[in-house]
């Protein structure tokens, strides 16, 4: 009997949850992918010096060459997935912002055509119609990056949970407030899958950049094939495998560490 | 709303709850209309609530209860009339600026999946520019309120509380910044039966010492009745069926509404209600070793008392624990008996 009366000055316990986890950046399991590749570098590595390199084999197997397409290949493939990120974020989130649902569909329908054309036709399309060279390549794989992005971005602000966004506009934030605040940095892990996929599709694409003299890694598979140089075509196409592997993992890291945490 | 409201309704708080911490609200013809439905969401809704008053809002769901309340601080926009809190036309102010001063809390209690506790309680503040040392200060000491320690939760994202810790940063969150005037959507709702109650405990008295005018929505009538200084019972389009004292409504509904939203028990309802202070006690029954009853208790507890005990009398004890009297059944009937005439309260 009195301790329905007394109840009330015992509500003072609180349970006890495990303290905050730290969050775990540096893990054996997160280097495997860096030295995967490594081991399949250093493998190509012996088994090339291990060749009889003709001279033609010569011409593209040294470290000049190599090193130079590879620059060639990255500056493609960030480049291009940074103008995507420039051009397809603001637009994902005035998309998903807009109350018309026309505006909305054009956008996306737009964005699906970029990607559902393959690429080749895309890179000598431009081509054809304007010029060849680095600038056309980089506004291809601009265009055939941008989907991923735009729908992340979309997706991830429209996930943000209803009741997040009302108390938000309840405490007196304003429209503006409400998105940098609380929706951009609750969607930032969908928009950072966006643009690590549009990364790795770049580091793709860009091989056909060889098609309308824009370089790359391309060049080696091209030539490889084109010259029944296998040595060539193999190390061309173990590198362009070992450069997505590892843009994928830089981009896997970058997604950890930014994701706000509590999420 | 200017912030002169903002710093005398801190002041109220801050001289230990001695004048009431909240303002007046007062809705006038408010109808909400729904774009493409021909009927209205609420109709012709008016009611004034009186400064540091806890007025519960009771019905169906779909009765228009939660637009009502949302109106007041325009996160739904009324088709027409007026609301007024503190004299001032809500309708004529900024409504981000209107909102900084009214604390919010929802049933998802929406806390920031990405900002810590103490920055999802800082949030308000910050809006209003105060100064880092302030807002620090202030969280310390609403997690005390709501009786988090402070060391413990501050840091910890909200992921990591159970349901009914984040309601009570949910609650410290609308306090934050002192607001006069809090609307409350359903804030127990999603927790479970023994949260529920040690959540409603804990509001009570935290409301004893705030003394902030409250809106609070719910379909729960035992909530209402525990919780509120008056209850708005509505039915469909927010149509006010009574709006009374917990006691009033429970001793003399309006009509079969009511009645049917009472549900069985009324009686016993109405006893939780009133203290044994309330009866004529007879002589102590000197019988020893008797069940006893606390003289602070209500005559919900002394029936209960009784019951169990099987006595036509059991002694009431005071907190000296020296039996001051002793109570019957027929002495808990006459005061539900007294009551039926009634004599309208203040207010009603």
Redesign the interface.
């Known amino acids: ?2 301790s ?2 007394t ?2 000055t015992q ?2 316990a ?5 303290p ?1 986890a730290r969050r775990r950046v540096f893990t054996l399991k997160r280097f495997t992918t860096p030295i995967v590749v490594v081991v399949i570098l250093a493998v190509l590595l012996w088994w090339v010096s291990s060749l009889e390199l003709d001279s033609i084999e010569q011409r593209t197997l040294n470290w000049d060459y190599i090193t130079l397409r590879i620059g060639e290949h990255l500056s493609l493939t960030v480049v291009a997935s940074a103008l995507v990120a420039v051009l397809a974020i603001p637009l994902g989130v005035a998309t998903a912002k807009s109350p018309s649902k026309v505006f909305r569909a054009i956008v996306l329908a737009l964005a699906n055509i970029g990607q559902a054309t393959p690429a080749v036709g895309v890179v000598i399309l431009l081509a054809i119609l304007w010029q060849t060279g680095y600038t056309t390549a980089l506004v291809a794989l601009v265009i055939y990056a941008f989907l991923p992005v735009l729908r992340n971005t979309m997706i991830g602000i429209d996930q943000v ?1 209803a ?12 429209p503006a ?1 409400v998105l940098m605040r ?1 929706e951009l ?2 969607a930032v892990p969908v928009i950072l899958a966006g643009l690590r996929t549009a990364l790795v599709f770049c580091v793709g694409v860009a091989t056909i950049a060889t098609f309308i003299n824009a370089g790359g890694l391309g060049d080696m598979i091209v030539n490889g094939l084109k010259l029944q140089r296998y040595p060539v075509l193999v190390v061309g196409a173990v590198l362009v495998a070992c450069i997505a592997l590892l843009i994928d993992w830089v981009a896997g890291f970058i997604e950890d560490i930014v994701t ?4 | 709303m200017s912030d002169s409201t903002a710093t005398r309704a801190a002041t109220g708080a801050a001289s230990a709850g001695s004048t009431p911490g909240g303002v007046g609200i007062t809705l006038d013809k408010v109808t909400k209309i729904y774009a493409g439905q021909g009927a209205p969401a609420v109709d012709d809704f008016s009611m004034s609530v009186q400064p540091g008053e806890l007025v519960m809002f009771v019905g169906p769901s779909g009765c228009g209860k939660t637009t009502t309340m949302k109106m007041i ?1 325009r ?1 739904i926009e009324p088709t027409s009339g007026s609301i007024a809190i503190d004299g001032r036309d809500v309708l004529s102010l900024n409504p ?6 009214i604390g ?1 809390v ?1 049933q ?9 506790i103490a920055e999802n309680i800082a ?2 503040p910050r ?1 209003l520019g105060w100064g880092k040392q302030k807002i620090a200060d202030r969280v310390d000491e609403l997690l005390n309120t709501v ?3 402070p060391g ?1 939760f501050a ?8 349901g ?2 984040q309601q009570r940063v ?1 609650v410290a ?1 609308a306090l934050a910044a002192d607001p006069p005037v809090m ?1 409350m959507d359903e804030p127990f709702g999603a927790t479970d039966p023994i949260t529920r109650e ?1 959540l409603q ?2 509001f009570l ?1 935290l409301q004893e010492s705030i003394g902030k005018t409250i809106i609070f929505v719910t379909h729960d009538f035992d909530e209402a009745i525990r919780l509120g200084d008056r209850i708005a019972v509505l039915s469909d389009r927010s149509q006010i069926e009574q709006f009374d004292t917990p006691a009033n409504i429970l001793s003399a509904p309006a009509n079969d509404y009511v009645r049917s939203f009472i549900g069985q028990g009324a009686a016993l309802k109405r006893l939780a209600l009133i203290p044994i202070a309330d009866a004529t006690l007879s002589a102590v029954t000197g019988v020893k070793n008797a ?4 003289a ?2 209500t005559l919900r ?1 002394a029936l ?2 009784l019951v169990l005990a099987g006595l036509p009398a059991i002694d009431v004890v005071g907190g000296d624990g020296r039996a001051v009297g002793s109570i019957t059944v027929d002495a808990i009937s006459a005061v539900l008996g007294a009551e039926l005439p009634g004599v309208p309260p203040a207010g009603a």
């Open positions: 009997m009195m329905t009366v109840s009330d509500l003072m609180t349970r006890t949850v495990v905050p949970d009741n997040v966004r009302e108390s938000a506009r309840g405490m007196g934030m304003t407030q609380i940095p609750l706000p945490r509590g999420l | 601080n996160i981000n600026e209107l909102r900084r001063h919010y929802i998802q209690i929406g806390l920031f999946p990405h900002m810590t949030v308000v809006l009786q988090l320690d413990t840091a910890r994202y909200p992921k990591q509380l159970s009914g810790q949910g969150r609307l040690k405990a804990e008295r069940p006893t009853v606390a602070d208790a507890d209960d008392a």
